[in-house]
């Protein structure tokens, strides 16, 4: 049941509107300071703290912070929820919501299904473009990210009450197709086709692939051994130069050490798999009866492209079994899309795009190819090559169109990594010229995935860790940690066969997943089995483990948690940590929202750890079974409810899963 709208709300949201009219009276732009109104970071200062009256006074001449503040908080009403308003040191405003009304508050919560999210007050229609592999090649670990944060989104947004779609925009008509045509026609199994056409599919587009890096690599390789003799040679210079004790000669030489270093691992990579193709009998005699692979592969798909009628059944024929696989990681990993438009979808609109901007005076012929030159931009925006092809871009343009004109966007977010970033730049800098001004347009860029080397994570043999692979280890791990556990419980194991795999997969999937989510999208994160899948630290097993001791508290007191919120009981929070553990339940609310504005999955992450964390020191400061009263038992009770259903709901937001015993 969800309580009228009056009884929940959005606490930052609210002081923020509160502080906001006041501010004007110094400021003609109170918004850009506003944001300095945030949770407080010890509860010493308070539940929220504001610290804009230092840069606001600073604009003013004889003006002093301190005084500044003590003249806001005079302005400002906060007296029907706050205790009165404090300013400290130079000019900080301290914030202390009442108790008895953090008690209300939270007892509302009690019966409140969306655990006080108040639904967004005009929804948007957000398309969230995400996932969105290339496929005929199996899906590894760098689609990991874009489809675990892009689905972390996807579902916060609609919790919000947005009108989302997901969009998979697969990579469906790119050179890839090319290489299986080239494999099928030269290289195919029969056999092996007709009995696992996807397994045989994607063993085609391997084989040439590793053709074709062979022997882009065999040229590269000279080039490498020169750039390290160049940077050797210069770091003899520096080295016998005479002031070795000045910094900045120092510096140079480490520096030239590193690059040095890495060249060299770089160029003993590419030895080691020149060595292992070269060792295999077969595939070096094709490497050499195929020295042109690279270019072959490119004209298959241009004839693709052209309508060439082999290609085109081969094509035909190819997709449904190359989507077939994708699912299964799909399915897998719980991830559902509202529709799969591929770039296939928008080529016959490619033509219409190209002469529509060249109409409006965007584009222009540049050496043979149609471009839009953007001001601030070294390269151009290329939508038609030199030899008639469209390109990535074009299709981006057209998809725009299509979900502006058919879909009716208001927003859309492109969950893609941060190599894209200058091509989502010029996208959107493109389509506000072109004329959709109104569309919000946000690229949710991201980082890699490294090994323990801190080098983008690949198996021994130099190839992309293939995702379902990954995803049948974490499982494994999972099984082994929870095996071990169960077998050294006090009162022996709980847990039946079937169970332990049911658990192993929510807490293995839940792990990858977490890892990926926790970590500022914008930074490259190491992968790191340990850590991932550690009942301690910030994980989901550790979150998980929270929710599973929340369920044992009431499996052990013999209580039914559904009918403890109807009890007429009001929640009373006595001890501090009583008191931390309801405002950072209240808090939930404003955690979402940022989530959704700047679209990092991260910050419900951070806020789950602290919630886990506060709801471990509460757990060991206040006996909840063995309170001294009945009423403070129940009051417990219902902090430790409300805890594991803030835990459970946010966990789900992020697509991760909970068990009731683990
Ligand atoms: N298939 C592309 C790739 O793997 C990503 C597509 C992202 N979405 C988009 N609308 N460009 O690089």
């Known amino acids: 049941m969800s309580l009228p709208r009056a009884c929940v709300m959005n606490i930052l949201a609210e002081l923020r509107s509160r502080f906001e009219p006041v501010l004007s009276e110094w400021t003609d732009d109170p918004s850009s300071v506003i944001e300095m109104l945030k949770a407080s970071q010890d509860a010493k200062f308070g539940d929220y703290q504001a610290n804009f009256a230092m840069p606001l006074a600073a604009r003013i001449p004889d003006l002093k912070p301190r005084d500044l503040a003590t003249q806001i908080v005079e302005k400002v009403d906060l007296s ?34 969306r655990l006080g999210v108040i639904p967004a007050e005009s929804p948007q229609k957000v398309v969230v473009d995400f996932s969105a592999p290339n496929v005929a090649k199996p899906m590894h670990v760098g689609h990991l990210r874009s489809t675990v944060i892009g689905d972390a989104n996807y579902r916060v947004l609609k919790f919000l009450g947005h009108d989302v779609v997901g969009d998979n925009h697969i990579g469906d008509w790119g050179t890839q197709f090319g290489m299986i045509i080239f494999g099928y026609k030269h290289f195919l199994n029969e056999a092996a086709f007709a009995e696992a056409p996807v397994t045989e599919l994607a063993r085609l ?14 040229t590269k390789i000279p080039r490498q051994q020169a750039e390290i003799e160049q940077l050797a040679e210069k770091l003899k210079t520096r080295e016998s130069s005479a002031d070795l004790t000045n910094k900045k000669v120092q510096k140079e030489i480490k520096k030239l050490k590193s690059d040095l270093g890495e060249r060299k691992s770089e160029l003993q990579e590419m030895q080691e798999k020149q ?45 449904p079994q190359c989507l077939d696989a994708i699912q299964t990681v799909y399915d897998r990993l719980d991830i559902h899309f509202d529709m799969s438009l591929g770039e296939s979808y928008y080529n016959p609109m490619l033509a219409d795009v190209v002469s529509d901007l060249k109409a409006r005076g965007l584009a222009e012929e540049s050496q043979g190819a149609i471009c839009v030159f953007i001001e601030g931009f070294k390269s151009p925006f290329m939508i038609q090559k030199q030899d008639g092809a469209f390109t990535y871009a074009t299709t981006d343009l057209a998809t725009i169109k299509y979900r502006v004109e058919e879909l009716k966007a208001d927003r859309v977010l492109y969950v893609v990594d941060s190599r894209q970033s200058e091509h989502f730049q010029l996208l959107f800098a493109t389509v506000k010229e072109w004329g959709y001004s109104n569309l919000e347009l946000q690229h949710v860029s991201f980082g890699s995935v490294l090994g323990e080397n801190k080098r983008p994570l690949k198996t021994r043999a130099g190839d992309n860790v293939g995702l379902e692979s990954l995803l049948d280890e974490s499982i494994q791990r999972a099984y082994a940690i929870i095996a071990e556990n169960d077998d050294v419980k006090p009162e022996g194991p709980e847990l039946s066969e079937d169970k332990r795999q049911e658990i192993a997969k929510i807490i293995g999937l839940g792990g990858i997943k977490y890892a990926d989510l926790k970590h500022n999208r914008d930074s490259d994160y190491m992968f790191d089995w340990d850590k ?70 991260n910050y419900l992450t951070n806020y789950l750890f602290e919630l886990a964390k506060i709801f471990s020191t509460f757990f060991n400061d206040c006996p909840v079974l063995k309170a001294e009263t009945e009423q403070v ?16 709901h946010g966990l789900s937001l992020l697509g991760i899963k909970t068990c009731e015993r683990m």
Not at 205 to 215: I, K
Not at 550 to 562: A, E, L, T
Not at 563 to 571: E, F, G, M, N, T
């Open 532 to 601: 991932m899948l550690s009942y301690h630290g910030d994980t989901a097993t550790y979150m998980q483990y929270a929710y599973a001791r929340v369920c044992g508290i009431f499996r052990k007191g013999q209580i039914d948690r559904i009918a403890l919120r109807d009890q007429q009981v009001s929640l009373n929070l006595v001890d501090a940590s009583e008191r931390a553990l309801a405002l950072q339940i209240n808090r939930y609310s404003e955690i979402l929202e940022s989530v959704a504005i700047e679209a990092r999955p």
């Open 80 to 113: 029907d929820f706050c205790e009165p308003l404090e300013v400290a040191g130079p000019g900080f405003i301290n914030i202390r919501l009442k108790q008895d009304w953090l008690n209300t508050q939270t007892q509302n919560l009690v019966r409140d299904e």
């Open 633 to 648: 038992k129940t009051s417990r009770l219902l902090l430790c409810d409300l805890t594991a259903r803030t835990v459970e």
């Open 205 to 218: 587009y391997r084989l040439v692939n590793q053709l074709s890096d062979y022997h882009a690599t065999q």
């Open 275 to 319: 060595a292992l193709l070269e060792q295999n009998e077969d595939l070096h005699s094709k490497a050499v009866s195929f020295p042109d692979i690279a270019r072959q592969a490119r004209e298959e798909t241009a004839r693709l492209h052209a309508g060439d009628a082999d290609n085109l059944a081969l094509w035909k024929q190819f997709l």
